[in-house]
């Protein structure tokens, strides 16, 4: 009787569990679909999930005065193809690549040893300091960021990698997960480390930050994927100068003209952008959730 | 090799003294154990010679020079802690050799890639390595070598913590209760090894342990700490036998001293519920209190004896080589315990009254404030 009544609850959170993530991969279902499809297809809503992938004419082709033969090609070709040449998705997609890694590599710099000093150090006001780290995480990003554009302005920063990457270099969401995850740190390992002969720097890149690598991972893709996928802060900043456009803001490209023929190439960018992430999340999967309870933030 | 010496010692935290001023010389090559209950300071002294942690005042010599102003890294010492605190994510033989890399490769050497083109690294690598190597090899950690902590027993990573200890050959090791993580057989076990490897290695070892028979069974002197005070240091065998405190008495021994208290005539003469005791002091106080310790009890035949005592018997512990009679004496309610052999035990049963009396010349005397009261003479009393 219990042994039917668990399973019964187990069925009912997998049924709702899997109701939930429908609903959050239908988008995605739609994104890829489209990207694969042809106008056609995608006004009328038919062709299943992939389409039945018969050659399109690439009317941008025959205005330039191709034979309508010479411009026949698959939708899913075209669509991708179109992603590449229409923006230069690839340019993107290298930008995104500099502004998040340098975010998160200065982020680490930054926040590593200053977690290690709220933790493990005791110095006068150091309450008081993580208290205003504490005050901070309150802080929403837009509403300081007129602010931090006009500054960035004052001193001709903006429409630069600069201004893509400072504000961000200092996450005191960073600081506090760092920080909650040295306090689980055993004081003896210090300790022990100083009796070898280290000094302080030597104990936070050599001791803490090995030991510190799962927090340090989820801590990474929480920070990789808010800037990734950020449009909002680039969308300020980068005003005039189309070769520092981030992903996100490739997607611009396609707007305006939403006539039908746009939507497969769009859905198509949307996807490879999308795609280095979720290959990045399911690599690194089990450290993640592993770095995630460490911290507590389950 | 090193002696140090402690002057004056303080330590406060805010308003609470931890330590209030230590005096202490350790000789060079000594095993000196720094015990007493948790609380009482004695870890914190430790730190402080490590130079883990600052005294508030007084002066901590290594070889006659002052190393106030030097940092833990600096005091050439190497400590053993409790949690044994290795590296979670190096192998054991990285552990070993790590302090050997600080302590003899520039920042330079110790470069990945860049290192080895350093003139000299080469040497100076394969000469750690035959250090460790052989560390490794005294403390039978070979087949360890490429493992990680966590894949280690506790007894194993106590081993590691000793051989990273080790490697170094500092001038003095200091070690923090460094087998209460063990079990008891273990413990029993490395406390051998650790007093054979003070015999070996001949260097300082200054250890802290909670534990008396730790205390009385490695060192060479002990140190017996209460309250941020050192009450008495001395020889294992002065401590257990000669406490010139009540506490160092009751700290010392296991099962704990029993403590009866007595009464002084005019003359000196001590006696416990109106029994004379034969023991006479000169000081001129009412009240004392005597400490027998349980293998200073003798069970006696017969009734009529006057210098023996009823001893009402209220558990029996067997173990083994000896018993342990538990119970108190007639009128009293201290509970006292006394020591007896296995053939004299085997008639008694639990809730019979005995007659006990005390060895001649085992009791000490103490005063009230815990201090020990020299006797003067013992007669007519007892024959054991």
């Given at each position: 009787?219990?042994?039917?009544?668990?399973?019964?609850?187990?069925?009912?959170?997998?049924?709702?569990?899997?109701?939930?993530?429908?609903?959050?991969?239908?988008?995605?279902?739609?994104?890829v679909s489209y990207s694969l499809k042809s106008p056609h297809e995608i006004a009328t809503n038919s062709g299943g999930f992939i389409g039945a992938q018969q050659p399109m004419v690439d009317e941008y082709c025959v205005k330039l005065g191709n034979p309508p033969e010479e411009c026949m090609q698959k939708p899913l070709v075209y669509n991708y193809t179109q992603a590449f040449k229409k923006a230069p998705l690839l340019r993107y997609l290298v930008n995104g690549l500099v502004v998040t890694a340098s975010i998160f590599f200065i982020q680490a710099l930054i926040a590593v040893p200053c977690a290690y000093a709220l933790a493990k150090l005791r110095f006068w006001g150091r309450d008081f300091v993580f208290s205003m780290v504490m005050f901070c995480l309150l802080i929403p990003v837009h509403t300081i960021a007129l602010p931090i554009y006009i500054m960035l302005a004052k001193v001709s920063l903006t429409n630069t990698y600069a201004a893509l990457i400072i504000?961000?270099?200092?996450?005191?969401?960073?600081?506090?997960?760092?920080?909650?995850?040295?306090?689980?740190v055993p004081d003896d390992l210090i300790d022990a480390a100083r009796m070898d002969g280290m000094n302080e720097f030597s104990i936070i890149w050599r001791v803490m930050l090995p030991t510190a690598i799962p927090a340090l991972l989820a801590f990474a893709i929480i920070s990789v994927v808010a800037h990734w996928n950020d449009y909002f802060w680039p969308r300020v900043v980068i005003t005039g100068d189309r070769s520092l456009y981030t992903p996100p803001l490739g997607l611009r490209e396609f707007k305006g003209d939403a006539d039908g023929s746009i939507w497969g190439p769009m859905m198509a960018t949307a996807t490879v952008i999308v795609t280095p992430l979720i290959a990045a999340f399911l690599l690194a999967q089990k450290r993640f959730v592993e770095g995630i309870t460490m911290t507590g933030m389950k | 090799m090193a002696d140090i010496r402690l002057r004056s010692i303080e330590k406060m935290y805010g308003e609470t003294a931890a330590l209030c001023g230590i005096d202490l010389d350790i000789r060079d090559g000594e095993f000196l154990t720094l015990v007493g209950p948790s609380g009482c300071g004695k870890s914190t002294l430790l730190r402080i010679i490590a130079g883990l942690e600052e005294q508030t005042r007084g002066?901590?010599?290594?070889?006659?020079?002052?190393?106030?102003?030097?940092?833990?890294?600096?005091?050439?010492?190497?400590?053993?802690?409790?949690?044994?605190?290795?590296?979670?994510?190096?192998?054991?033989?990285?552990?070993?050799?790590t302090p050997l890399r600080l302590r003899d490769l520039s920042s330079l050497e110790r470069m990945?890639?860049?290192?080895?083109?350093?003139?000299?690294?080469?040497?100076?690598?394969?000469?750690?390595?035959?250090?460790?190597?052989?560390?490794?090899h005294t403390l039978k950690l070979?087949?360890?070598?490429?493992?990680?902590?966590?894949?280690?027993?506790?007894?194993?990573?106590?081993?590691?913590?000793?051989?990273?200890?080790?490697?170094?050959?500092?001038?003095?090791?200091?070690?923090?209760?460094?087998?209460?993580?063990?079990?008891?057989?273990?413990?029993?076990?490395?406390?051998?090894?650790?007093?054979?490897?003070?015999?070996?290695?001949?260097?300082?070892?200054?250890?802290?342990?909670?534990?008396?028979?730790?205390?009385?069974?490695?060192?060479?002197?002990?140190?017996?700490?209460?309250?941020?005070?050192?009450?008495?240091?001395?020889?294992?065998?002065?401590i257990y036998k000669n406490p010139r405190d009540r506490r160092v008495a009751e700290f010392v021994g296991s099962p704990k001293i029993n403590i009866l208290s007595g009464d002084v005539d005019e003359s000196g003469n001590v006696s416990i519920m109106g029994n004379h005791t034969g023991i006479r002091i000169r000081k001129r106080i009412k009240k004392v209190h005597l400490g027998i310790r349980p293998e200073h009890f003798r069970l006696v035949n017969g009734n009529g004896a006057t210098d023996s005592w009823p001893f009402h018997v209220t558990y029996k512990e067997n173990l083994g080589s000896d018993f342990y009679l538990h119970g108190h004496l007639n009128g009293s309610k201290n509970r006292i315990i006394t020591r007896a052999a296995p053939d004299e035990v085997g008639r008694i049963t639990i809730g019979e009254t005995v007659k006990v009396r005390a060895r001649q010349g085992k009791p000490m005397v103490f005063c009230d404030n815990d201090c020990r009261i020299d006797v003067m003479q013992e007669a007519g009393y007892g024959s054991a």
């Open positions: 009787m219990i042994g039917h009544a668990t399973s019964f609850s187990e069925y009912m959170k997998h049924i709702v569990l899997i109701f939930g993530s429908l609903i959050v991969i239908l988008p995605f279902y739609v994104m504000p961000w270099t200092i996450s005191v969401l960073g600081i506090f997960l760092m920080r909650q995850f040295f306090m689980t | 002066e901590v010599e290594i070889d006659g020079k002052s190393v106030n102003k030097i940092r833990a890294s600096k005091r050439d010492l190497a400590m053993v802690f409790q949690s044994y605190a290795l590296y979670p994510h190096l192998t054991v033989w990285q552990n070993m050799i990945p890639f860049i290192g080895r083109f350093v003139p000299g690294q080469r040497d100076k690598v394969k000469s750690l390595h035959t250090l460790a190597g052989e560390t490794a070979e087949q360890l070598l490429h493992r990680k902590p966590g894949q280690l027993s506790g007894g194993q990573r106590q081993r590691v913590a000793l051989g990273r200890a080790m490697v170094r050959k500092p001038r003095a090791f200091l070690m923090d209760e460094p087998l209460s993580n063990l079990d008891a057989a273990l413990r029993v076990h490395m406390r051998a090894e650790l007093a054979e490897l003070h015999r070996n290695l001949k260097t300082t070892f200054i250890y802290v342990t909670h534990d008396q028979a730790e205390a009385l069974t490695m060192s060479d002197r002990i140190a017996i700490m209460i309250d941020g005070e050192i009450i008495q240091l001395g020889t294992p065998d002065e």
